[in-house]
C-alpha cells in the first residue's frame, strides 16, 4: 500500500508519545513493505533529512509557551484559529503530495497546530479515504480554538466528517463525544504498544523489607500528578516509612513542582532525574532497577504509554482508576489501580511496604500479557487491515483539487474576518 | 417524491441598508415563478441574517427566514449567523443572488462542504475583493447571468446559463468599499421606473436548470 502519513510534530521533533508512536509506526509499515511518505512540519529542532519525510507543513505557535504567553491576545485567536481551522498553506502542500505520492490512503495522527479541519475537509471534498489514530481528543480540540468549543463547528464535523477513527481508549471517545462531536464511520480501539525482545521473565520482585523502588517518567506537572506523588511520600513518612524512594524522569514542564519536594520535608526520598530517553529509560526497566511505576496521572488521559513500556520488564503499575490505559488492564491482576489522590496513592504504597500486596503475581500476568498483546508486531496487522479496509472506499463525487484549494483560501480568508470582527466586538465591549 | 428545497441568499442585505425590500421583492416573484414551474413541489427559502429572526410564508412555496445575527457587523453585508450550516442542510440547491456578502461566502464555503448544488448569479460587475481575487464562482455547479456581454465574460467556463432579463446589479445597488454601510450613490436609483421582469419566463427556466443541475449529483451517486 502507498500511505501518506500526517503527523504535526515527527520525531526527532517530538514532544510526547503520540509523535513517538507515529514514528514506531512508520517504521514498523516500512518494515512490511508498504510505500510510506511523512508530511510533516518545519522541525523546531535540527533533524536529519530523511527521503520518506516531507517537512513542509507549517506549523502554528501553539505549542511554544514562551511566545504564546507574551503575545497580544488577538495574535493567540490567529495562531488559534490557523491551528485548528484552517491554514490553506497546509491544505496547498498536501493537494501536492496527494498529487506526487499518490497514496491509496491516507494515516492521520496528530493534525493540531496545521489547520486540522481544513486538511481533514481538504480530504473530505476529495472523499479521499483515511484512518485517523486518535492518541488524544484532537477533533474536540479542533473544533475548539481558544479551548472553547464551537457548537456550530461541532455540529457540522459530526454531520458530514466520516471515516476510520482507532482511538487509543473509550475514554477518548467518550471526552470527543460528551463535547458535543460525534464520530461517525469505524471506530476501532486500540491500545498503544511496546517495541523490542522479550526478555527472559523476571526473577526478582519486591519483597518486604527491603527498600520500594518507585518510578514516574514524563512531564513533570501536575496534570501527570508528581505533586500527588511528593504528597504521598509525605504521607508515607509521616506514618513511619523511610525505606523507599521516588525517582522521576522528564522535563518539568511545571516549575512549581521543583520546589515540592524540599517543601514537603521528602527530598531524601524524591528525585528529579531529568529529561531521559526512550531508550535508557527501558534499560532500566530491563535492568530491573524498579519495583513499581506509579501514574497518578489526570483522568483524561487517553492512554500512557510509559507504564506500558515499564510493565513489561514486571515493573507493576499503580495508577489513576479511571486514566485511559486503566482500560486495558484489570486492578489485581495486572496492575493497582487507586483514586487520584495522595492518600490512595500512599495506601497502595503502603500495602506493598507491609508485604500485604504481593507484586510478584502482578508484574508476571502483566508482563505476559503486554508482550502477547501489545507488542507493535502482535498490532501492525490490525492498523494494516484498517488502511486497506478504508482505502476500498469509493470516491465518487470527488471535487478537483482545484475547487479543494479554493475553498480553503476562503475558508481561511473568512475565519481571518470572523475572529478580527469578534475580537473588534469584545474590545468594544 | 419529495419536494425539492431551495435556498436563495444575497440581495436582501443591501435592502437592511437602505430600508426598503427591493431585493426582497425581486427574489420573492423569481421564487414565485419557480415554485409555480415545479408545480408547488418546492419549497424556496429566501435567507438572511438579522436582528429580528424569524420565519414567515411569503407566497405558496415561499417563505422568508432571518437568521439570528451573530455579534454586530460593522456594515449590512458583514452580517452572518451560527445558524446558516443548520439552515442549509436540508436544502437541494443553494442560489447565491449576490457575491459580496458575508453571508453569500459562508453560504458557498458551506454549500459545498455539505455537497449541496451551488448555484450562483452572475451580474459581470465588481464584486467584492474575495470574490474576485479568488475566482468563487468557479466553485458554483450553475453560473447564471442576464446579459449578453457577461455571458461572453464567462465563454468557456463550465455551466454557463445565460437567462436574458433586465436585471442588472446596479438596480439592487452595489456596496460602497467597505467599511461604509452605503451604497455607490449612482446604484440603486430612487424614483426611477422598475425594470420590466417577465418572471413566469425566468421561473420556468430556472426550475429547467435546477434539474438538471440535481440530476448530475444523482446520476454520480446512482
Redesign the interface.
Known sequence: MRILVLSNLYPPDYIGGYELCCRQVVDGLLGRDHDVRVLTTTPRVPCPAEEHIDRSFKLTNCYDAYCILRSQRMTRRMWEASGNLVDAHNVQILLTALEEFRPDVVYLWNIAGIGGLGLL?CL??LRFPWVWYLGDCVPRMLCSPGKRLL??IA??FS??IRGYYMPVSQRVVQEIEAAGVRLKGVIDTMPNWILGEQPAPRRHYYSKGRPLRIVSAGQMGRHKGIDLLVEAARLLKDRGYDNFSIDLYGKVTDPTVFPLPAEHGVADRVFFRGACSQQELVGRYADHEFDVFAFPTWEREPFGCAPLEAAAYGCVMVMTQSCGIGEWFVHGVHCLKAERSAEAFAAAFQGILDGRTDLEPLGRRASAAIWRDFHLDALLPRIEQALESAADQPR??A?TP??TY??A???E??TT??VQ??N??TT?A | MSSTIIAYLGLLDGDEACGDARGEEHLTRLAESVAAAYSEECRIELISCGKSPRIELLRPGVWRRVLPLA????TPW?A?S??L??AL?DADIVHLHDAYS?TS??A???A????KVVCLTDYGVAANW?TIE???A??ADVVVCHSMEVARKLAGWKNVEFLPADIELAWFGIPAEWPSPHFVSSTRPQGVAVPHVYYPSLGRELQAIYAQALAG?QE??A
Open positions: 475537509g473530505h471534498q457548537p456550530v455540529e457540522e454531520r458530514q465518487t463525487g471535487s482545484e475547487d479554493r475553498l483560501l476562503l475558508a480568508r473568512l474576518v470572523l470582527g469578534e473588534a466586538a468594544a | 455579534g454586530n457587523p460593522r458583514d452572518c451560527w445558524e450550516p443548520a442542510i458575508r461566502e459562508l458557498l464555503l458551506i459545498k462542504q455539505q455537497r474575495l479568488l475566482e468563487l468557479k466553485l449529483p454520480v451517486a
